[in-house]
């Protein structure tokens, strides 16, 4: 088991959260992690309508801006939202990105 590259909170970019938060597809992965439990790469996909590589691009995004923690156990991926690191770094933009994931349209 090993945790792939994610930047320390105290390196978290504003520019780079907000970046990643800038796509329909990384808010809706980000509403699939909002219960802060750990997921598969796969669960939290589910129901978004990409191909694989590019929800692997999606994922990489989020982990690299600081918004997600990766673990990998063997071939398994499991993703977490990394709140406690967020709110203290940037107080209530992750309220506001899951806020903003509610009201996207249910089929876009």
Request: charge should be negative; glycine fraction near 6%.
């Amino acid at each position: 088991m090993r945790y792939l590259p994610q930047p320390a909170t105290g390196d978290i970019e504003f520019v780079a959260v907000m970046h990643a938060l800038s796509d329909q597809v990384r808010l809706r992965l980000l509403a699939a992690l909002a219960d802060d439990a750990e997921h598969s790469c796969a669960a939290a996909a589910e129901g978004i309508e990409v191909h694989k590589s590019t929800m692997s691009h999606h994922f990489r995004v989020l982990r690299e801006s600081g918004l997600i923690s990766t673990r990998q156990d063997g071939r398994n991926r499991f993703v977490s939202l990394r709140r406690d690191d967020l709110d203290g770094r940037f107080p209530g933009i992750l309220d506001a990105a899951l806020a903003a994931a509610d009201r996207l349209p249910v089929d876009g």
